[in-house]
């Protein structure tokens, strides 16, 4: 265990540290961009700044002369994935939080390791170890205490966010899977525009088929969805793209382990969401479940 952990690329060890901090702070950005009377439609929003930073990101692939033009193979599997991860991933996360504290959501995206496990062992045909179905279940067992009293409770509205937000991981999942196991002859950066721009493409039409209102945001939605485009899109998305490029996919998950910490602090902090030992209960269970699934990794 301890060789295969020291044969691990350190550039992607980096790229991830940069996934664990900035991708911890877009849930509280989010929020603030879809809450009640900020004036950004969600789909609106995420499609508009998957498409402006799609922008940005080909732009800068065509400067530095790596090839932008694609195959239709290529383009076959940047739509594919660009759809899971944006409009089935992103998509869903951004349509919850209109209604869903930052922390909470984040804590259910944690849950990504797990659907990653999961679907590895379908696509593979395998039976997973002992350990690892532990692990798997404990996950799943965290889940359920964080949404628990939120489905008890909650109304319609609510418990659509948290079905949302338990499907948005499993997509995200599977189009990273997809992804890892047919790469496309592109750099990297390239690769991040054209999933972004296509998975932008798949977020309006879903805002125009589903007849959302033109946008109106505030100030401070406006800044929130400027950090999106920037650091959320532009800058950890891509190094998203580096680390499947350069470590094992499981090892990749594990930003599940600190963005959920970053955001239930920030959300409590800027916007007073509230911990409760249900949160502290489930959060410690999702972790030792990703945890048992990295120590048990190939």
Same mark, same amino acid.
Not at 5 to 14: E, I, K, M, N, T
Not at 33 to 59: K, N, Y
Not at 73 to 95: D, H, I, R, S
């Given at each position: ?68 033009? /694609?195959?239709? +193979?290529?383009? #076959?599997?940047?739509?594919? !994935?660009?759809? &899971? *991860?944006?409009? @089935?991933?992103?998509?869903? =996360? ?32 395998r039976l997973p170890s002992w350990r690892t179905a532990g692990s /798997?279940?404990? +996950?799943?067992? #965290?889940?359920?205490?964080? !949404?628990?009293? &939120? *489905?008890?409770? @909650?109304?319609?509205?609510? =418990? ?118 249900w949160t502290l209960g489930g959060a410690a269970l999702v972790v ?11």
């Amino acid at each position: 265990m301890a060789a295969s952990r020291a044969r691990l690329d350190r550039l992607g060890l980096a790229h991830l540290g940069v996934v664990y901090l900035v991708w911890g702070s877009t849930y509280l950005a989010i929020r603030v961009a879809v809450r009640e009377d900020a004036g950004w439609p969600p789909f609106v929003m995420a499609g508009l700044r998957t498409l402006v930073a799609a922008g940005v990101l080909l732009v800068w692939a065509r400067l530095r002369r790596e090839r932008v033009r /694609v195959s239709r +193979g290529e383009f #076959g599997l940047l739509a594919g !994935t660009g759809a &899971l *991860l944006w409009l @089935g991933g992103n998509g869903l =996360v951004t349509v919850a939080e209109q209604r869903a504290d930052s922390g909470l959501a984040a804590l259910l995206v944690a849950a990504m390791p797990i659907w990653a496990e999961l679907i590895a062992i379908a696509l593979d045909r395998r039976l997973p170890s002992w350990r690892t179905a532990g692990s /798997v279940c404990i +996950g799943f067992l #965290g889940v359920a205490v964080l !949404t628990w009293p &939120l *489905l008890q409770s @909650g109304t319609r509205a609510d =418990v659509l966010g948290v079905v949302a937000l338990l499907a948005a991981p499993f997509f995200w999942a599977l189009g990273s899977i997809w992804l890892t196991r047919r790469r496309p002859g592109l750099g990297v950066i390239a690769i991040s525009g054209w999933q972004q721009a296509l998975g932008g493409a798949a977020l309006l039409a879903m805002s125009l088929a589903t007849g959302e209102p033109l946008p109106r945001p505030t100030g401070e939605a406006w800044l929130a969805w400027a950090y999106l485009v920037l650091f959320g899109s532009v800058i950890a998305f891509t190094s998203y793209m580096n680390t499947l490029r350069r470590l094992p996919y499981r090892v990749v998950m594990t930003y599940a382990y600190a963005n959920p910490v970053i955001a239930v602090f920030l959300g409590w902090l800027i916007l007073h969401e509230r911990v409760t030992l249900w949160t502290l209960g489930g959060a410690a269970l999702v972790v030792v479940g990703v945890a048992g699934i990295f120590q048990n990794r190939e």
